[in-house]
């Protein structure tokens, strides 16, 4: 199992980023895909899921109304558009896929939101 983050960078309050999560190695279009992260000093938090077909997905409440996840199973990627991006935002952020017995995490994302 392999997964590859893309897509961090800097970005000004209230601007916008999209993240991209490529998979390989396992059937991607059977999976749960999920982003994650963590800020400095912080814990790993979950940020979003999204189930194998893409027809249901669920967001914690900190992102909720600006962030929107999606995937695309044809080319085995996972995306995180995040809107309206706000300091609080800032971490490296993680794709993650529970694939028994394992739990695998990408490298990870940096995202920092700073004018």
């Known amino acids: 199992v392999q997964l590859v983050e893309s897509g961090g960078g800097l970005v000004q309050p209230g601007g916008s980023l999209r993240l991209s999560c490529a998979a390989s190695?396992?059937?991607?279009?059977?999976?749960?895909m999920r982003w994650y992260r963590q800020a400095p000093g912080k814990e790993r938090e979950w940020v979003a899921l999204?189930?194998?077909?893409?027809?249901?997905?669920n967001y914690a409440d900190s992102v909720k109304g600006r962030f929107t996840i999606s995937r695309d199973n044809a080319k085995k990627l996972v995306y995180l558009q995040m809107n309206n991006l706000k300091s609080e935002d800032t971490a490296v952020y993680y794709c993650?896929?529970?694939?028994?017995?394992?739990?695998?995490w990408g490298q990870g994302t940096q995202v920092t939101v700073s004018s």
């Open positions: 993650n896929v529970l694939r028994t017995p394992g739990n695998y």
């Open positions: 190695g396992f059937t991607f279009s059977s999976y749960v």
């Open positions: 999204i189930s194998s077909t893409g027809g249901s997905t």
